[in-house]
T-cell receptor, first 112, second 111 residues
Framework: DAGVTQSPTHLIKTRGQQVTLRCSPI?????VSWYQQVLGQGPQFIFQ???????GRGNFPDRFSARQFPNYSSELNVNALLLGDSALYLC???????????FGSGTRLTVV | DQQVKQNSPSLSVQEGRISILNCDYT??????FLWYKKYPAEGPTFLIS?????DKNEDGRFTVFLNKSAKHLSLHIVPSQPGDSAVYFC??????????FGTGTRLTVIP
């Protein structure tokens, strides 16, 4: 069975640009969450979606947005990139709105 | 404000001995705790969890202990193996909400 898949795996962007990260959850999982992991820190919660509705938002600026599609895949968008947005972006899925989360391998974003 | 704390950034243990990783939390609303293991270039992998109604959960070589009064949990790995070398994250959740992670402890098991 395919796990949580994220694309792209690596990305380099320039300050001020916009980026879109993609996530496909495990088949049957209806909840998708996004986390940001800065080097040397633990993952920080950005968004959670369940059945295409936003269920939670972390302490991130409005430059960060996300959505979930009818097939439960999700996109994370970040506008006006800053150097500090450089991080590993992790997507996690779960069958319900809570419970055991399975993480993807992440997208490594570098902002230069 | 860090609600989940792992105060030891690193730990080295001889192969075959016990590894003890510690985690403290501040939010008394947390009712579910998890440990994740992470290798470089991979996402966190779920290891073991414990509900706040229990004080111990065991799965093979891995045991998690929860002390609610002290707001402290620990992960014991016995015996430690070189393949256990990774970064271990403690995480906590309140109800159906998101996970709060600690900063991680890098475990090195020396052959």
């Amino acid at each position: 069975d395919a796990g949580v898949t994220q694309s792209p795996t690596h990305l380099i962007k320039t300050r001020g640009q916009q980026v879109t990260l993609r996530c496909s959850p495990i088949s049957g999982h209806k909840s998708v969450s996004w986390y940001q992991q800065v080097l040397g820190q633990g993952p920080q919660f950005i968004f959670q979606y369940y059945e295409k509705e936003e269920r939670g938002r972390g302490n991130f600026p409005d430059r960060f947005s996300a959505r979930q599609f009818p097939n439960y895949s999700s996109e994370l968008n970040v506008n006006a990139l800053l150097l500090g947005d450089s991080a590993l972006y992790l997507c996690a899925s779960s069958p319900q709105g809570a419970g055991g989360y399975t993480f993807g391998s992440g997208t490594r974003l570098t902002v230069v | 404000d860090q609600q989940v704390k792992q105060n030891s950034p690193s730990l080295s243990v001889q192969e075959g001995r016990i590894s003890i990783l510690n985690c403290d939390y501040t939010n008394s609303m947390f009712d579910y705790f998890l440990w994740y293991k992470k290798y470089p270039a991979e996402g966190p992998t779920f290891l073991i969890s414990i509900s706040s109604i229990k004080d111990k959960n065991e799965d093979g070589r891995f045991t998690v202990f929860l002390n609610k009064s002290a707001k402290h949990l620990s992960l014991h790995i016995v015996p430690s193996q070189p393949g256990d070398s990774a970064v271990y994250f403690c995480a906590a959740r309140a109800g159906a909400n998101n996970l709060f992670f600690g900063t991680g402890t890098r475990l090195t098991v020396i052959p």
